[in-house]
C-alpha cells in the first residue's frame, strides 16, 4: 500500500460505515412509509449522508476534486430536488400514497432477502473496496431496494423518489469502489443529468396529474399488446 | 419386322364380320338359356343394314362433337382391334402399339362416347356418361394389373411378342398367375362390354342404363357405327381373352390350311368364351351401381394375387 | 459441333434477358398509357422468350452434355454474390419449356389484357409477367445457391403480386398470402439444404455441389435430400404441401395462371432433379421410394379432388398436382434404377418424367387459356353456369378438346407418350431388383391407370358441361368467341401439343443431352425400333408404339364409314329436332346433369376421403309431394386442409394472443421483468 | 479543422438557432442544412478514418474509430432523412390543428440535441461521458415522445423514461464497476485514465470479475435502452405514440446507438474474459427477442407498434449475429445495422402518412385498399416492406443470408437454423397484416390524398440509398465494415 495517508484512515474508513449504514436505514424507512413529505426529507437525509460521505473522502484523502461533488451533491439533492419535490406535491395536493403492491411487513421481508442478495454480490470485492467496510454491498443493495421500491409505489412521484435512491447507490458505489470518485467532469456530467432527469420526471408528472387527473401509474395501462 | 397390308386387310374384315356374330349368339344364346326363342344370329347384321339406310335424327342442342363421337368409337375400336394377335401371333400392327396402346385406344373412343352422351342435353346421357366414365375408372387398375402380370411374365407390353412368349412356353395356364389374372381380366371384360352383372344391355330402363343411356339420341347410321364400334370392342378384349391365355393354338406358318385351322379354334374358342358370358349374364342379376366397386376391386385384388404369385413362384 | 456455339446461345440469352428488363421497364413506364404498354410489355415479353427459345433449342440440338463454362451476366459489387450463369443440359431443357411458353402467353396476353385497360393498372400486369418470365429463366441458368435463391425468391414476390393483381376480391388476398408464406417456408427450407452443402464444401458454386453428397456425412446428406424435397416439393404443389396451389392458381389472371401451373411449379421438379441428379450423388435407396410414393399419391389426391371441382380453373389446378406426381413418379423410379445401377432404366424413366414435364407444362397452359377466353366469355369460372359453348366459341372448344384429350393420356397426343414411357420403365423395374420392393412398381402403374382413367373423367366432365349442350345461364348465352390473338396463342400450343405426340422419337433427342449429364446414357438411338416413327421401350424386347403410325392407320380405316356411305346413306337426309324430354313440352337446362352431378358416383365411391355432405332445401305450396323450388348443394371435405392446416394456424393464433398478456400495460410488471433479468444474470455471473 | 468537435456542435447550434426562430419552413431548413452538413462532414470522417485508422481530437476527448465513423454515417443519414420528413409532416399536422407552433419548434430543438447526443455517444472517449450522452438522447427523446401530449402519449412517454432511466442508472454502475477495475488495487494520486483508448489495451490486465459483473450491469441497462427483450417493453409504446420522424429516429438510430455502448462493454469483456460470456449472453437474448416479436406481429392491431416489433425483431437478430462472434456474422450483422437503419424509417414515415390521412393507427380502421387511398406511400411501402423482410434485391437478404451461412460455416448449425425460423415467422407475420391493410378495396370511400408526394422525398432518398448499397458495396465502405467487424470482434 504506497497510498499517503496523513489523517487516520481506519476513522475515515469507520465514518464512512457509519454514513453508508444510515444510508441503508433511510432506505429501509422509505419502503415502510407512506406520507410522500415524509419520504421526500428521508431521502433528502440520505443524500445529505451521500454528501457527508463524499467530504469525509475528500477531507481523509486530500481528493481536492471530491469536495466539489460533495457540494453540489448537497446543494442538489439535499437542498434543490426536495424543495422541487415539496413544490410539486403541494401543486397537486396529494399526500400520501395509496396502498402498495405489498404491505409493509411483506416489503421489508423482501428488502431484507435483497440485502443478503446484495452482500452475497458484493463479497467478493471486499478487498478492492479501499473505503469503509461493505460499503460497496450496501450501494448495490440500494440499488436493489430502490428498484423494488420503484415496482412497489404506484405514485408516479414516488417512483421518482425510488429512481433518485438507485442513483444515489450508484454515487455511493462510485466512492467506496473508485478512491477519488470519477474523473471531475463525469461526475458533473452525471449530476446534471440527474438533475434534468428529475425536472423532465416533474414535468411529466405535472402532465399526467392534469390529463389523468391522478397519479397512479397503475392507472396507465392503455397501451397494451 | 415391317407391315403387311395383306394382314391389315384380313383382320380388318375378320372384325368387321366377325364382331355382329358374338353378339348375335350370345343374344341369342342368352334366349335360349331363359327358355325364349330370341332373335336369330345374325340379327346384328340386319340391323346394322337397316341403320346404315335409315335419315339421321340430331338433336338441336347437339354440336359437332355429337356426330364425329361414332366415327371415333368404330375407328378406335377398329384399329385397337389391329394390334391383338387373332389368327397368328404376328399381329399386323403389333409394330404400331402393344396392350397400353390398345388400352389407350378403347379409352380414346370411350372418352368421345360419353361426350357424345352428354351433347343433346337430355339427363339420360348424362347419367350415362357418369357412370361409364367412373365404371371404366375403377376396372382400369385391375385391367392394367392384369396386362401387368402377363406382360412381366413376358417381358413386353407387345401384345405379339407376349402371345409368342406364352406359345413357346408349353401350356403356361396352369401358372396360378395366370389363372388369377384371366379371372380379372374376365370380370374387366364384363364391365367394359356393359354386361350384366355391371350393366344390361338388353334394358332400356332409365335408371338401369348405362351403355344404352349415352346412345339414346343416336339414330341412323351413327347409331349404326355406335353399335359396330361396341360389338367390335367387345371382339377384341374377347379375343385378347383367349388368345392371351390359350395362345397354343395360333397359326405358326402363313400356309392357308394353318390359316383355317387357326381360324376354326379361334371361332371355337369365342364361342366357349361367349358361353361363359351367357352363362354368367342368366344366373346373375345386375348389381346395383355402388356394389359395382366391389365387384371390381376383386377383380383388382385378383390381379394383385397373380402379380404376387409371379414374384413368389419364379 | 461447330466451336463457337455456346457462345451463339449465350448471346441469344443475354439478349433476350435484356429484352425482359425492357419489357418492365417500359410497361412501368407507359402504366398510364394502358395500351401503349400492353404492347410493349408483352411484344418484349414474347421477342424475349424467342430469343431464349432459339438459344436453348439450338444447345440441346448441338448436344451440349457438358456444361458451358459459366459466365457473369453482370460483375458483382456484393462480396459472395456472383450473378453467374451457366447453360448446361438440364437448364436449357427446362430454360426451353420457360421460353415456349413465354411466346404463346405473350401472344395470348395481346387480347387477353386488354380486357383489363381502364378497369385495372395492366402496367403492373405487363411489369410483373416480364419479372416473373425473367427471374424464372434465371432460376434455370444461374450457377451458384446464392443466385439461385436470389432469383428464386423474385421469382416468388413477382408470382405473389401476379396473383393479387385483382386484389380487390378477398378470396385473392388470402391466397396470395397464403401462397407466399408456403413458398417462403420452402425456400427457408432451400437455404438450410444450400447451407448444409455450403457447409461441406466451403463454396456456393454449383460446380462444386457436383456429387458432393459422396463427400458428406450420411446423416447430412439425407438431411439436405429431405430439405431439398420439401422446399422444392412446397413449389411443385406435391400432396401434402399442395393447399395453396388450388387456392392461388385460380385466382390468378387466366395467362398467369397458365404460367404458373406450366412454369413455375416445374421449377420445383427442376430443383429437385439438379439437387437429387447433380448434387447429391449417388443415391440409397429409399429416396426413390420416397419420391415415388409421393408422386403416385399426389397423381391420385390431386385428379380425385379435380373431379370434386365445379371450378373450371380450380379443376385445372388439381389437375396440376396430378401432373406434378405423375412426373414424381418418373423421377422417383429413375433414383431407384441409379440405386440399383441400371443407368440405361434410369435414363428411360428420367426422360418419361421429363417428357412429361413439358407435355404438361403445354396443356395445361393451353387448357388454362381455353378456361381463360372462356372466362372472358362469360364472366364466370363456375361450370355449372356454362354449357352449349361449343356453337359459340368453336374454335377455343376445338382447342380445350385437344388440350383434355391430351392431358387425359390419350392416343395419339403427348400425354400418352409420356405415360407410355412411364409404363415401360415401371414394367421393366420389376425386373431391377429381387427384393419386394419391386411390387412398388406394378402397382404404382395400376395407381396411374387409375389416374389416367379418372383424369378422362375428369375432362370428359370439364369440356362436357362447359362446352356441350344448352348454355345453363344467361352469361352462357351470350358468350363470344375469344379475339384473334388469343386464339393464336391457343393455337401456338395445340401445334406443339401434336408435335410432341407424333414425333416422339425426333424430339426425344433433345433429350440427350440432359440424360446424358445426368445419368451417362444416351437414350434416343435406343428408343427407336427400326424405323425412325416408332418408339419402343428399352429392354431387348420391350413394347413399341407409333402414335404417328396409329393416326394414318385410323385415317385409312375411316375410308371404310366412307365407303359405307355411298354404299347405303347417301340418300339418307339429316334431321334436326328436338331432345326427347320424357313429354315435357320443351328441356329446359336446369334437366341437365351437371357437374356435381358427374361426379357423384366417384364420391360416393371414395366417400371414405371425401366426406361429403349434402344441404337440400325445398319449399313447396300445399303438399311435400309437389315441389316447387329445390336447392341441393354438396361439398366435400379437403382433409388436408381441416385435419392439419386449419389446427395449426389455430393453435399459432391461440399462442400468440396467450402471449399478448405480456404486454399488459403496467408499468410495474414491465419493472419486473427486467429486475427478474437482472437476478438471473448476477446468478449467471457469480 | 476540428472535425469530430464539428460534428457534435453543429447540431447543437442547429438547436439553438431553432430555439430562435418561429417559422416552420425555416426551422425545417435549418435541421435539413445542418444535417446535410452532418452527412458531408461524416463521410469526411469516413475517409479519415480509413486513411488514419483512428481519429482523435481534444486530446482524446473525442475518439472515432471505424465502429463509431460507420454508426456516424448512419445517424447523419436517418437524421437527414427525418428533417426532410418533418417538415411537411407538421406542417400538415398544423393545418389539421392537432399541433402548435410552440410545440413544433419544440420538435425541432429537441431533435437537433437527440442527434447531437447520439453523435457524442458513438465519438466520446471517455465511457463515463457516453453514458452521459446516452441519458442526454433519452431525455430528449421522452420530450419528443411526450409531444403531442395525448393521454397515450403521455403514458408512454413515463414508461420509457422511467424504464429508461432505470437502465441507465443500471448502467451508471456498469461505468463505475469498470471504472474501478481500471484504477486497479492500488490506487494512486494521479486520476487513473477512463478513456477507451486507453481501456482497450490494457483490458487484458483488468480485474475479471469486477468486468463481468460490469458487463452484467451494462447488459440489463444498456440493453433495456436497446430494447432487447424482455427489457423492450416501453418500446412499442413509445414507438407507436411518437411523431412519426421521431418514431424513425428511435427505431433507426437511437436503439442500435444503445447497442453501440453496449458493444463497447462487450468488447472489453472479450478482450477481457474471452469471446464465451458476453457472447452467449448477446445471442440468446437476441434469438430470445426475435421469437418474442414473431407473435406479437401476426396479432397485432396497430400499424405502428407493429413496425415497433418488426425493429425488436431486427435488432434481436443484430445482437444474435453478433453474439455468434465469427467475422463473417459479425460483418453481416453490422451491415444489417445499416440497411434496416435506411428502411425502417421509410416504413414509419409511410405510417405517417397513413396516420394523418385516417387519423388512425389501428389496422381495423385504416382496412384494406389504402392503395387506392395513397398509391405512391403503398408502393414505397411496399418495396420497403419486402425488404424489411428480407426479399431480394434488397440487402437485408444479403445481409440475413450472411449471418446465416456464417454461422453455417462456424459450424453453428442450431443457431442459424432458430435464426432463420425466427426471421421466416416475421416475415409471415408481417406480410398477413400487410396484405389486410394495404391491398384491397376501400370499406369507406376516403377522399383520395390530395397531396400524394408528402414525404416522397425522404422515402425515396432511403430507399435510393437502399436499393444502391444493394447491389454495389464500395470497397471503402465494405473496408470501414471489415474494421469495424474486427474491432467488435476483438482483432485490434
Given at each position: 500500500m504506497n497510498t499517503p495517508i496523513t489523517a487516520s484512515p481506519e476513522l475515515g474508513s469507520q465514518l464512512i460505515t457509519l454514513c453508508a449504514a444510515v444510508m441503508l436505514v433511510l432506505q429501509f424507512l422509505l419502503v415502510v412509509q407512506r406520507m410522500l413529505l415524509t419520504n421526500i426529507r428521508l431521502f433528502a437525509l440520505q443524500s445529505l449522508m451521500l454528501s457527508a460521505i463524499a467530504t469525509i ?123 477519488y470518485g470519477m474523473p471531475l467532469v463525469v461526475e458533473l456530467g452525471i449530476f446534471f443529468d440527474v438533475m434534468v432527469a428529475v425536472m423532465v420526471l416533474g414535468i411529466l408528472v405535472y402532465r399526467i396529474r392534469e390529463s389523468f387527473a391522478s397519479m397512479d401509474t397503475s392507472k396507465l395501462t392503455q397501451l397494451r399488446g | 419386322m415391317n407391315l403387311h397390308p395383306l394382314a391389315i386387310l384380313l383382320q380388318t374384315g375378320l372384325l368387321l364380320a366377325l364382331a355382329p356374330f358374338v353378339s348375335g349368339v350370345i343374344k341369342n344364346w342368352k334366349a335360349k338359356l331363359q327358355n325364349r326363342r330370341g332373335p336369330p344370329i345374325w340379327q346384328p347384321y340386319l340391323d346394322l343394314i337397316k341403320f346404315l339406310g335409315k335419315d339421321v335424327v340430331i338433336s338441336e342442342h347437339a354440336s359437332w362433337v355429337f356426330s364425329i363421337a361414332p366415327y371415333v368409337v368404330f375407328l378406335t375400336a377398329l384399329s385397337a382391334g389391329l394390334m391383338v394377335p387373332i389368327l397368328t401371333v404376328q399381329a399386323p400392327l ?221 | 459441333m461447330p466451336p463457337g456455339f455456346p457462345l451463339m446461345s449465350a448471346i441469344f440469352i443475354n439478349v433476350g434477358l435484356i429484352l425482359f428488363l425492357v419489357g418492365t421497364v417500359s410497361s412501368l413506364v407507359l402504366q398510364r398509357r394502358g395500351n401503349l404498354a400492353v404492347a410493349f410489355a408483352f411484344g418484349c415479353s414474347g421477342l424475349a422468350a424467342l430469343c431464349g427459345l432459339t438459344a436453348f433449342i439450338t444447345f440441346l440440338v448441338a448436344g451440349f452434355s457438358r456444361p458451358i463454362p459459366a459466365y457473369e451476366l453482370f460483375p458483382s459489387l456484393v462480396p459472395n454474390v456472383h450473378f453467374s450463369v451457366r447453360i448446361d443440359a438440364l437448364g436449357a431443357f427446362f430454360g426451353m419449356i420457360v421460353s415456349l411458353l413465354g411466346v404463346a402467353l405473350s401472344v395470348y396476353s395481346f387480347g387477353y389484357a386488354k380486357a383489363f385497360v381502364g378497369r385495372k393498372n395492366v402496367g403492373i400486369l405487363g411489369a410483373f409477367f416480364n419479372t416473373l418470365l425473367l427471374a424464372t429463366t434465371l432460376v434455370f441458368l444461374a450457377d451458384n445457391a446464392f443466385f439461385f435463391l436470389i432469383a428464386w425468391e423474385i421469382m416468388a414476390l413477382s408470382a405473389y403480386c401476379l396473383v393479387s393483381f385483382e386484389h380487390e376480391h378477398d378470396e385473392t388476398r388470402s391466397a396470395g398470402v397464403l ?104 443415391p440409397p435407396n429409399w429416396w426413390g421410394v420416397t419420391v415415388l410414393t409421393i408422386g403416385t399419391i399426389s397423381a391420385v389426391l390431386g385428379v380425385l379432388y379435380a373431379l370434386m371441382e365445379h371450378d373450371l380453373k380450380r379443376l385445372l389446378a388439381y389437375h396440376s398436382i396430378e401432373n406434378i406426381g405423375i412426373i414424381l413418379m418418373g423421377l422417383g423410379a429413375a433414383l431407384m434404377f441409379l440405386h440399383t445401377h441400371h443407368p440405361v432404366l434410369a435414363a428411360l424413366a428420367l426422360s418419361a418424367g421429363l417428357y412429361h414435364t413439358i407435355n404438361h407444362a403445354v396443356f395445361k397452359a393451353l387448357l388454362f387459356l381455353g378456361a381463360g377466353a372462356v372466362l372472358h366469355a362469360t364472366h364466370t369460372r363456375n361450370m355449372e353456369e356454362m354449357g352449349g359453348l361449343a356453337k359459340r366459341m368453336p374454335k377455343t372448344a376445338l382447342f380445350f378438346l385437344i388440350g383434355a384429350v391430351a392431358i387425359s393420356a390419350l392416343p395419339p397426343l403427348n400425354g400418352f407418350v409420356s405415360e407410355w414411357l412411364t409404363y415401360q420403365s415401371l414394367l421393366q423395374g420389376f425386373g431391377t431388383t429381387p427384393s419386394l420392393i419391386r411390387l412398388m412398381f406394378p402397382l404404382s402403374g395400376a395407381m396411374l391407370a387409375l389416374t389416367g382413367a379418372l383424369a378422362a373423367a375428369c375432362f370428359v366432365k370439364a369440356f362436357g358441361i362447359t362446352f356441350l349442350a344448352q348454355a345453363r345461364s344467361q352469361h352462357a ?48 438411338s435406343k428408343l427407336t425400333a427400326g424405323s425412325a416413327w416408332v418408339l419402343s421401350g428399352t429392354a431387348p424386347q420391350g413394347g413399341t408404339v407409333s402414335t404417328l403410325g396409329i393416326t394414318l392407320i385410323a385415317l385409312c380405316l375411316s375410308s371404310i364409314p366412307v365407303a359405307l356411305w355411298w354404299l347405303f346413306a347417301r340418300r339418307s337426309r339429316k334431321r334436326i329436332d328436338a331432345t326427347w324430354a320424357c313429354g315435357q313440352p320443351i328441356l329446359q337446362p336446369q334437366m341437365e346433369y351437371t357437374a356435381t352431378g358427374f361426379s357423384k358416383p366417384i364420391r360416393m365411391i371414395f366417400k371414405a376421403l371425401f366426406r361429403p355432405h349434402r344441404e337440400v332445401q325445398r319449399e313447396y305450396d300445399y303438399s311435400p309431394y309437389f315441389t316447387t323450388t329445390i336447392r341441393f348443394s354438396a361439398h366435400v371435405e379437403e382433409v388436408f386442409e381441416t385435419r392439419i392446416y386449419r389446427p395449426f394456424r389455430r393453435w399459432v393464433w391461440w399462442i400468440s394472443r396467450r402471449m399478448r398478456a405480456l404486454q399488459a400495460g403496467s408499468i410495474q410488471a414491465y419493472l419486473i421483468y427486467i429486475f427478474l433479468t437482472l437476478l438471473l444474470l448476477l446468478f449467471f455471473a457469480l | 479543422m476540428l472535425l469530430l468537435s464539428s460534428i457534435v456542435m453543429i447540431p447543437l447550434a442547429s438547436a439553438a438557432l431553432c430555439s430562435l426562430v418561429r417559422s416552420h419552413r425555416v426551422l425545417a431548413g435549418f435541421t435539413i442544412v445542418a444535417f446535410a452538413a452532418e452527412l458531408a462532414l461524416g463521410l469526411q470522417l469516413f475517409r479519415r478514418v480509413l486513411t488514419a485508422g483512428v481519429v482523435s481530437e481534444w486530446n482524446e476527448f473525442f475518439h472515432a474509430d471505424a465502429l463509431s465513423a460507420w454508426m456516424v454515417l448512419l445517424i447523419a443519414a436517418v437524421s437527414l432523412a427525418t428533417s426532410l420528413y418533418a417538415g411537411r409532416y407538421f406542417r400538415r399536422d398544423f393545418a389539421a390543428g392537432v399541433i402548435t407552433t410552440g410545440r413544433i419548434r419544440q420538435f425541432f430543438v429537441l431533435n437537433s440535441l437527440f442527434a447531437a447526443g447520439m453523435f457524442l455517444v458513438v465519438l466520446a472517449n471517455n465511457l463515463g461521458v457516453m453514458w452521459f450522452a446516452l441519458e442526454a438522447t433519452a ?354
Open positions: 473522502v475528500a477531507a481523509f484523502y486530500h481528493a481536492s476534486h471530491v469536495y466539489v461533488v460533495a457540494g453540489l451533491t448537497l446543494v442538489g439533492k439535499v437542498f434543490f430536488l426536495p424543495w422541487l419535490l415539496n413544490r410539486l406535491v403541494r401543486r397537486i395536493n396529494i399526500t400520501q400514497e395509496i396502498e402498495p403492491l405489498l404491505n409493509a411487513p411483506t416489503s421489508m421481508l423482501a428488502c431484507g432477502g435483497l440485502t443478503l442478495l446484495g452482500y452475497i454480490v458484493a463479497r467478493p470485492f471486499t478487498t478492492l473496496q479501499k473505503l469503509g467496510n461493505n460499503t460497496l454491498a450496501i450501494a448495490i443493495t440500494l440499488l436493489l431496494t430502490g428498484f423494488f421500491l420503484m415496482i412497489n409505489r404506484r405514485k408516479a412521484i414516488s417512483q421518482v423518489l425510488a429512481l433518485l435512491t438507485v442513483e444515489n447507490g450508484v454515487m455511493l458505489a462510485a466512492v467506496a469502489l473508485t478512491t | 403389333s409394330l404400331f402399339g402393344g396392350a397400353l396402346a390398345l388400352i389407350g385406344l378403347l379409352a380414346l373412343g370411350r372418352f368421345f362416347l360419353a361426350l357424345g352422351g352428354l351433347d343433346p342435353a337430355s339427363a339420360f346421357g348424362g347419367m350415362g356418361s357418369s357412370r361409364e366414365m367412373t365404371i371404366s375408372a375403377i376396372a382400369e387398375p385391375a385391367l392394367m394389373l392384369a396386362i401387368f402380370t402377363v406382360a412381366i411374365t413376358a417381358g413386353t407390353t407387345d401384345l405379339s411378342r407376349v402371345a409368342a412368349a406364352l406359345h413357346e412356353a408349353n401350356w403356361q395356364l396352369l401358372n396360378p398367375a395366370h389363372l388369377m389374372a384371366f379371372a380379372a381380366l374376365f370380370i374387366v371384360l364384363l364391365a367394359e362390354t356393359g354386361r350384366v352383372p355391371i350393366d344390361n344391355p338388353a334394358t332400356h330402363l332409365e335408371l338401369t342404363m348405362i351403355h344404352e343411356a349415352m346412345l339414346l339420341e343416336y339414330s341412323g347410321r351413327l347409331l349404326a357405327f355406335m353399335e359396330w364400334g361396341a360389338s367390335i370392342k367387345q371382339l377384341v378384349l374377347m379375343s385378347i381373352l383367349v388368345n392371351l391365355f390359350l395362345p397354343g393354338t395360333l397359326a405358326a406358318d402363313g400356309t392357308v390350311a394353318a390359316f383355317g385351322l387357326a381360324f376354326l379354334i379361334f371361332v371355337l374358342k369365342l364361342l366357349g368364351l361367349s358361353a361363359a358370358v351367357v352363362v354368367v349374364e342368366t344366373v346373375n342379376a345386375k348389381l346395383r351401381l355402388f356394389r359395382v366397386p366391389d365387384l371390381l376391386s376383386a377383380a383388382f385384388v385378383l390381379a394383385a394375387l397373380g402379380l404376387l404369385s409371379t414374384f413368389l413362384f419364379q | 401462397y407466399f408464406i408456403m413458398s417462403h417456408i420452402g425456400t427457408g427450407c432451400l437455404i438450410l439444404g444450400f447451407l448444409l452443402l455450403f457447409q461441406a464444401s466451403q463454396s456456393y458454386g454449383f460446380e462444386t455441389f457436383h456429387a458432393l453428397g459422396d463427400r458428406m456425412p450420411p446423416a447430412k446428406r439425407d438431411a439436405a435430400f429431405l430439405l431439398f424435397l420439401f422446399g422444392f416439393g412446397v413449389k411443385a404443389g406435391i400432396v401434402p404441401l399442395h393447399t395453396w396451389l388450388p387456392a392461388a392458381h385460380p385466382v390468378a389472371p387466366s395467362n398467369v395462371s397458365a404460367l404458373m401451373s406450366g412454369v413455375i411449379i416445374k421449377t420445383g421438379i427442376y430443383g429437385l432433379t439438379r439437387v437429387s441428379f447433380d448434387f447429391l450423388g449417388a348465352r351470350d358468350a363470344h368467341e375469344a379475339p384473334f390473338s388469343m386464339l393464336l396463342g391457343q393455337g401456338i400450343l395445340t401445334a406443339v401439343c401434336l408435335l410432341l405426340g407424333l414425333f416422339p422419337v425426333q424430339f426425344l433427342t433433345l433429350l440427350d443431352p440432359v440424360t446424358k449429364q445426368l445419368t451417362g446414357e444416351v437414350l434416343s | 431525455l430528449a427523446s421522452v420530450l419528443l415522445v411526450a409531444l403531442y401530449n395525448r393521454k397515450t402519449s403521455l403514458e408512454a412517454a413515463w414508461k420509457y423514461v422511467m424504464l429508461g432511466s432505470l437502465g441507465l442508472a443500471l448502467a451508471l454502475f456498469a461505468t463505475v464497476f469498470t471504472y474501478a477495475a481500471a484504477v486497479g488495487p492500488h490506487p494512486s494520486e494521479r486520476l487513473p485514465n477512463f478513456n477507451w483508448s486507453h481501456l482497450i489495451n490494457v483490458a487484458p490486465q483488468l480485474d475479471r470479475r469486477l468486468i463481468k459483473l460490469a458487463f452484467v450491469f451494462a447488459f440489463v441497462g444498456y440493453g433495456t435502452k436497446a430494447g432487447l427483450a424482455p427489457m423492450h417493453t416501453w418500446l412499442p409504446d413509445a414507438h407507436s405514440e411518437a411523431p412519426s420522424p421521431t418514431s424513425a429516429m428511435l427505431s433507426g438510430v437511437s436503439l442500435k446507438i444503445a447497442l453501440y455502448a453496449l458493444l463497447r462493454f462487450h468488447i472489453l469483456t472479450t478482450q477481457c474474459l474471452g469471446t464465451h460470456f458476453s457472447g452467449t449472453l448477446l445471442l440468446g437474448f437476441g434469438l430470445f427477442s426475435m421469437f418474442l416479436a414473431a407473435p406479437f406481429i401476426l396479432v397485432q392491431t396497430n400499424l405502428k407498434r407493429l413496425l415497433a416489433y418488426s425493429s425488436l425483431e431486427h435488432i434481436g437478430f443484430i445482437c444474435a449475429g453478433i453474439g455468434m462472434n465469427t467475422p463473417l456474422t459479425i460483418f453481416g450483422a453490422l451491415l444489417h445495422m445499416g440497411y434496416h437503419a435506411l428502411t425502417k424509417p421509410v416504413l414509419f414515415f409511410a405510417a405517417g402518412n397513413i396516420h394523418q390521412t385516417f387519423h388512425s393507427l389501428e389496422l381495423r380502421v385504416i382496412g384494406p385498399g389504402v392503395v387506392k387511398v395513397l398509391p405512391i406511400t403503398v408502393c414505397l411501402m411496399g418495396l420497403a416492406a419486402a425488404a424489411a423482410t428480407g426479399l431480394p434485391p434488397f440487402g437485408l437478404f444479403y445481409s440475413e443470408l450472411t449471418v446465416i451461412s456464417g454461422g453455417f460455416a462456424a459450424r453453428q448449425t442450431i443457431t442459424s437454423v432458430l435464426l432463420l425460423v425466427a426471421l421466416i415467422a416475421a416475415f409471415c407475420g408481417i406480410l398477413t397484416q400487410l396484405t389486410r391493410i394495404l391491398l384491397g378495396a376501400p370499406k369507406v370511400e376516403h377522399s383520395n390524398d390530395s397531396k400524394p408526394w408528402d414525404g416522397v422525398p425522404a422515402m425515396g432518398l432511403l430507399l435510393g440509398a437502399l436499393l444502391l448499397f444493394s447491389v454495389w458495396l464500395p470497397g471503402s465502405m465494405l473496408q470501414l465494415i471489415h474494421r469495424a467487424a474486427g474491432i467488435v470482434g476483438g482483432i485490434p
